[in-house]
C-alpha cells in the first residue's frame, strides 16, 4: 500500500525557528488581556451583552391594536400560533393569537405580515423554563398594549368608506381631481357605491373633506410588502347570512338590505327583507376569513395581480 | 528544623496525648488488664514504634506538600490558557477559581461507574492503580530543600534521582495494559501509541540526565544540587535541558505530545471506558508527572534550592518549577498536536543526537577540569 | 497484519455534524474508507413541498446553518428567477455584502473548528472570537445571529440600519489586519505544516472527474468560481479574484479558504460603497407561475443548486437542493486511501463537512 505522507517538496526548514513564531504570538495575546485591556470574555449572568434593536426574540401583542385577522397563525412556518377567543372587558369578544416557543422559530414573519403593527419581537431571549407549558404563552400572558413600535412599517393614506353612512349623493365623483371614484349601483338594493381606483389615487383627501355625510375617512393603511389575495364575490349565490360580515375583522363588508324581497307570512306580518353582502375592498388586508366563514361559496380568494381592473372593487359588474 | 524533626516532635505530641488516656486506664482498672495497658504505652511510646510513625506522618506531610502544589498547578494551568485564549478561565468558585479543580473533582465522585461486560477485569481494575501509584511515588524522592526531604533518621535516600527515573518509566506499562483491557480498538490504538512514545522518549531524557551525573558525581539529589552552588547546570548543559524539557514534555502527553489521548482522533484515547473517579485520577495523575518533572527540571538543571537567603528554600525551589511549567503552558497554548510517526522521528533522529552532543560536551568539560 | 473496520461516528468529536465513517485499517494505514450519512436527516424537501413560498423562507435556513444566508438567498433566487421578478438595485448590493459577510463568517468556523481537531485551541478561540464580531454586525442587521431570514423573494427585508456602513468598514479593517496575526500560528508554524503537507492529495484530474466544487477543487489548481464565470447578482460590477493553490493538500485548501477571506473583504468594501439609494424590496407574489427554474451560487463550500418546479399555486410541486458537501463526501474515500488514522481528521477537517446540507 503506498504510504503518501511524504511533505511534497518544500525547503525543510529548522524545528525551532517555526516553534517560536506561534508561541510568541500568544505571549502577546497574554500581555494584551491582562495589561491592556479586558479579555474578551462577558461573565454572564453578572454581565450581559445589549442585543440590538432588531433582535428577534420574545413576543409582545398589542390588544388594541390588534384585529383579530389570523394572518400571523397561517403564516408561521411551524404552526406554532393559535388564535383563541377571549371575552374583554374593554373591547368586548375578540380573539387573539397565542405562540408556543417550543416550536416558534423565531423567524419573524408573523411580525411582517400583520397589518396594524400589533405584535412585535422584543430582545427578550431567556426563556428556559422547567415545564413545557410555561412557554407555551396565552395571548393575556403576552400582551403589553403601549410597547412602543421600535420600526414600524411603512404607511400609506387611505380613504376608507363606511358605506352606513353614505347615501349616494354622488359629491365624491364630481370633487375628485383625478376622477379615480366611480360611482356603481348595486342591483336589487337600489343603492349606489362609490368605488375608488387606487392605482389613480392621489390621497388627496379632497373626497373626505367634502362629503356632506363625512362618509369617507383618510385613514393609516400599513404597507406589507407580502402580495394579499382579494375576495371574489358572487352575488347570485349570496343568502345574506351574515357570517362573513361578522368574520371579517377590518369592516369590509356591509349588508344591505334589498327592498322588494319581504315575504307575508300567513298570519299578515311581513318579514324583515333580505340582505346582500356589499364589498368596500380599499380597505380589504387579504387575511381570508370572509372565504373561510363564508357556507355556500360564494367567494374566492384571488391575488390581487391577477384580478382585471375592473373586477378590483369588489361586485362583479354583470 | 528539618521534616524529621518536625514530625519526630508532631508524633511524639499525638503519642503522649494517646498516651495519657491509656495510663489513666491503666492506673484505673487493677490487675492483669492494667498492666498491660500500661506494656500498651510503654511499647508505644519506644523508639522504634516512634520511628515508624514518625515516618508515616513525614510521609504524610509531603503527599499533602505535592496534593497541594499541583492543585495550584492546575490552577494556575487553567487561567493562563484561559489568558492566552483571551477568555478567563475560572472566576466563580473561591477567590479567583482556585477551588474549581477541588469542585471538578468532587463531581467526578458522582458520576455513575461503568465496567465493560467484556472487559478483562482484573488488569481493568489494577492497571490504574499501578499508574496511580507508581506516579505519586515519585514525589516521594524530591526534596523541596536540605531540611524538606524524605528520610528516616535523617539518613537520605540513596540514588534518588535514578529511582525516580526507574519509576517514571512504570507507566508506559501500566498504560499498555490499561488500553488493552478495555476491551475497545481505540483504547488498543491509543494504548500502544502511548507507550511507544513513552519508551521511545526515555532514552534522549536518561542521556540527557546522565550528563548531570556525569557533573554532579552522584545520584543523590543532595549532591547534585550541592554541585550547582557556583553555576547552574542548565548554563553549559544548553542542549541538555531542552533535551530534557521536550522528553518531559512528551512524557507528560501534553499538547503537542498529545495524541494518545486526543479528544478529536481517539476520543480520549486509550482511557475512554473510565468513569468517574478512576478517570479523574488519570487527569490528576497526568498533573502529578507534570509536577514530578518541574520539580526534577528544577532540581537538576536550575540550581534547586540555591538563591538569596531572603526567601526560605523552598519558595526558590518551587518557584523555579512553576516557572518551567510556565513553559510548558506556553507550550500548551500555541502548538497543534503532532502525528505519532512524526513523534517518534523526533524522538529517534532529533532528540537522541542531541543528547549524544550533551552527552559529549559534559564529558569534555569533566575531564579538562572545569568541574 | 490484521485489518480491522473502525467506525469514526456517528457520535465523535471530531466529525462536525452527524455521519459515520468507516475506515479499514491495515495497522496505521487506511486501506478503504465509507462515509456512511442520513443520520440528520429531516425530509426538508417533503417539508418544501408542503409550505407556501414565504413560509419557505425561514426553513431554508436551516440546510446548512454554519452559513445559513446562502441558502436563504439561493432559495431566493430560484423563486425569483421562477416568477420572473426584478429586483431593485440596491438590493443586489446589499445581498452581495451579506453574503461576503457570511462567507467570512463561515470561513473563520471552519478554521475554529480545524485548528480544535488539530489540538491547537489558541486557533479555535481567536477564530471564534472574530467571527462574533461578524455576527453582532449581521444580528443588527436582521435580528438573529444564525439563521437570519433575512433575503426575502424580491429584496431583502429592511434596509441597512443606520452606522452600519461605519461599524461595517471599522470591521472590515480591523479583520484585515488580524488575519495577518493569525499567520503567525498557522502559515508560520512547523507543527501545523507537518501536519498538513501532502496530506490528503486530491489530483487535478480526480477532483475534476468526481464533481468537486468550492475550495476543495480550487486548491487542487482549478481556478473555477460560479461568481465569476456565471455571475449571478451584481458580481460582474466587482473586481476581485477567485483564489486557487497549485498543491492539492490540506495545506492548500487552506490557503484558498484564507485569500478568499480577504477577497471577501474588498468585496464588502466594494459593495458598500457602490451601493446606490432606493428601495431594498418589490411585493412578494402570492402564485407561483407553472413552469421550472434553477438557481446557482457559490456556497463557502462549493456550488449549490436549487431547482423549483411550480403548479400555479402558493406552494411548489418541488424543490430540489443539490448540496456540494453530499458531492465531496463521495471523494473522500479517494483522499483517505494510503494515509494514517491521525490525518483523518485533518483530511475530513480541511472539507469543511456540514451536515445540514448534505442530509437535508
Known sequence: ?318 | MDLWGISYELTSFLIDIINFFIYGLGWLLPGVLGDAFNGLGDWLASTGVLNILTMIVEALIVLIVAILNVITLIWIDRKLLARMWDSRGPFYVGPLGYFQNIADGLKLFLKQVITPSKADKLSYHVAPVVFIGSSILILAVIPLSPGFALSYERAPIPGGVLFAFAIFAIAPFSILVAGWAQNNKYTLIGGMRSAAQMMSYEIPLLLSIASVFLLAGSFNFGDVVEAQANIWFAIPLFIGFVVFLVCIVAEIERIPFDLPEAEAELVEGWTTEYSGMRFGFFLMTQYIRGYAGCAIAAALFLGGWHGPSIIPDEIWFLSKAYIVFLIFVWMRASLPRIRTDQILDLGWKRLLPLAMINLIIAVAMKTSGWF | MAEMWINMGPQHPMTHGLWNLRIKVDGEIIVDAVPEIGYLHRGMEKIFEHRTYPQIGPITDRLCYGSSFTWNHLYCLTIENLMKLEIPERAKYIRVMVIEMQRIASHLMWIAAYAADLGLLAGFLWAMREREIFLDLMQALSGSRLTYNYARIGGVAADLPSDFERDALRAVNYFEKKLEEYEALYRDSKIFLMRNQGIGVLSKEDAINRGVTGPTLRASGVKYDIRKDQPYEVYEEIDFEPQSSPDCDCYGRYVVRMNEMRESCKIIRQALSKMPQGPVRVKTPLIGPQGDAIGRVEDPRGEGIMYVIGDGSEKPYRLKVRSPLFVILSAARQMLVGYKIADVVAIMGSIDVCMGETDK
Open chain 1, 1 to 318: 500500500m503506498q504510504v503518501n505522507s511524504e511533505p511534497a517538496k518544500r525547503e525543510k526548514v529548522s524545528f525551532t525557528g517555526l516553534v517560536l513564531k506561534p508561541m510568541w504570538a500568544t505571549l502577546v495575546q497574554v500581555v494584551r488581556n491582562s495589561f491592556r485591556g479586558k479579555p474578551n470574555t462577558v461573565l454572564y449572568p453578572r454581565e450581559r451583552l445589549t442585543v440590538p434593536p432588531r433582535y428577534r426574540g420574545k413576543h409582545v401583542l398589542s390588544f388594541t391594536r390588534c384585529i383579530g385577522c389570523g394572518q400571523c397563525v397561517k403564516i408561521c412556518p411551524n404552526d406554532c400560533m393559535w388564535m383563541k377567543k377571549i371575552n374583554d372587558p374593554d373591547l368586548g369578544k375578540i380573539e387573539r393569537p397565542g405562540v408556543d416557543y417550543s416550536r416558534c422559530l423565531f423567524c419573524g414573519l408573523c411580525v411582517e405580515i400583520c397589518p396594524t403593527d400589533a405584535i412585535l419581537m422584543t430582545g427578550e431571549y431567556e426563556l428556559s423554563a422547567y415545564d413545557r407549558k410555561e412557554i407555551c404563552f396565552e395571548p393575556e400572558e403576552l400582551r403589553a398594549d403601549d410597547f412602543p413600535v421600535r420600526e414600524p412599517k411603512e404607511s400609506t393614506l387611505l380613504p376608507a368608506l363606511d358605506f352606513d353612512r353614505c347615501k349616494g349623493k354622488e359629491e365624491c365623483a364630481k370633487i375628485c381631481p383625478v376622477h379615480c371614484i366611480e360611482i356603481v349601483e348595486i342591483e336589487k338594493t337600489g343603492r349606489k357605491k362609490p368605488e375608488i381606483d387606487l392605482s389613480v389615487c392621489t390621497l388627496c383627501g379632497k373626497c373626505a373633506e367634502l362629503c356632506p355625510e363625512k362618509a369617507f375617512e383618510m385613514k393609516e393603511k400599513l404597507i406589507v410588502m407580502f402580495e394579499r389575495p382579494l375576495p371574489v364575490f358572487d352575488p347570485a349565490e349570496c343568502t345574506g347570512c351574515g357570517a362573513c360580515s361578522r368574520a371579517c375583522p377590518s369592516d369590509v363588508v356591509y349588508m344591505v338590505e334589498m327592498p322588494g324581497t319581504e315575504k307575508t307570512k300567513p298570519d299578515g306580518r311581513k318579514t324583515k327583507p333580505k340582505k346582500l353582502a356589499v364589498f368596500v375592498l380599499e380597505k380589504c388586508i387579504g387575511c381570508g376569513r370572509c372565504a373561510d366563514a363564508c357556507k355556500f361559496d360564494c367567494l374566492k380568494m384571488v391575488p390581487e395581480s391577477q384580478l382585471r381592473e375592473s373586477e378590483k372593487e369588489g361586485v362583479r359588474v354583470e
